[in-house]
């Protein structure tokens, strides 16, 4: 996957990350369910200028993921906070 990154009045610098994909395997429902208490999308925003973004995992639905865009879209920066994001849907990643 490749990001580009840019701290405002800089230029932009592209990283490619690299991803590992491995079957998910859950010993227990209540393991799975404890997992998803983890999976909702949170952000806010500081007036026009920033809009933050913690993203656990990339399994929005596309309406969804079309939802949150038009809001980013709205801003003059954004940061996404990955922390903890076992990643998602390869599909979702390309949309954008």
Known sequence: MLLTLQIP???P??????????????GTIAEMEERQ???????TDLGDDLFIWKMPGFDLDEKSLDDMMKKVGQHKSLIIDLRG??????????IY
């Open 9 to 11: 009045g800089s230029t």
């Open 13 to 26: 610098k592209q990283v490619e990350l690299l991803t590992k994909v491995e079957k998910a395997t859950w």
């Open 37 to 43: 208490k983890y999976s909702t999308q949170y952000y």
């Open 85 to 94: 994001n076992g990643g998602g849907y390869e599909k979702r990643s390309n």
